[in-house]
């Protein structure tokens, strides 16, 4: 079945340094959505990519999607102390969402 | 406007017991799907259920069942349960069968003993 991976596992960052999560699929994607999910919370929605090479950028937040739609990444510039939390890929190809299993992300103020 | 909600937010079973967990979606909203997070994990979909009717089943045992009513609100049962089923159960909704947006719940949080 489909599976989605992230990559890296985890990442501690000073404040202020940039910070960059990969995720890459098993197979093409439809769309690929990305949540962040803080510490004891649940996962909320941050964007949703459907086109090849499709590039959105929220204030810090630049989400990319490969031009073969099975890769996607996070790069968040200038990282905050509100930056913390785990950062999941998810991608459907016509199918209910699949999610990888996260980048944690500390940052060190 | 309300979100999703799900109870009980927190409980503790022992192996071998049955437990419900139940999820109301954001109103207007006809999908519920619901996801299982173990401790360190990414979500790992259950069910998901549009117009009251399962539309998608991921890879868990038939200890798993669910259903959808008319009003949109969904329940999740495990029976049997093992020590292993310990994890946070999440409740989303969405607007349509297509995947969208996902709305979770805060999530019911199951021990078991």
């Known amino acids: 079945g489909q599976q989605v991976m992230q990559i890296p596992q985890y990442q501690h960052v000073q404040e202020g340094e940039d910070f960059t999560t990969y995720c890459n699929s098993s197979t093409t994607l439809s769309n690929i959505q990305w949540y962040k999910q803080r510490p004891g919370g649940h996962p909320v929605f941050l964007i949703q990519?459907?086109?090849?090479?499709e590039v959105k950028k929220q204030k810090r937040l630049t989400f990319q999607f490969g031009e073969a739609k099975k890769n996607s990444s996070l790069h968040i510039t200038a990282t905050q102390t509100t930056d913390v939390g785990t950062y999941f890929c998810a991608g459907s190809g016509n199918t209910p969402l699949v999610f990888g299993k996260g980048t944690r992300l500390s940052v060190i103020a | 406007d309300a979100g999703v909600t799900q109870s009980p937010t927190h409980l503790i079973k022992t192996r071998g017991q049955q437990v419900t967990l139940r999820c109301s979606p954001i109103s207007g909203h006809k999908s519920v799907s619901w996801y299982q997070q173990v401790l360190g994990q990414g979500p790992q979909f259950i069910f998901q259920y549009y117009e009251k009717e399962e539309r998608g089943r991921g890879n868990f045992p038939d200890r798993f069942s669910a259903r959808q009513f008319p009003n949109y609100s969904s329940e999740l049962n495990v029976n049997a349960l093992l020590l292993g089923d310990s994890a946070l159960y999440l409740c989303?909704?969405?607007?349509?069968?297509?995947?969208?947006?996902?709305?979770f719940g805060e999530g019911s949080r199951l021990t078991v003993l």
């Open positions: 989303a909704s969405s607007f349509g069968q297509i995947t969208g947006e996902l709305f």
């Open positions: 990519l459907v086109k090849s090479g």
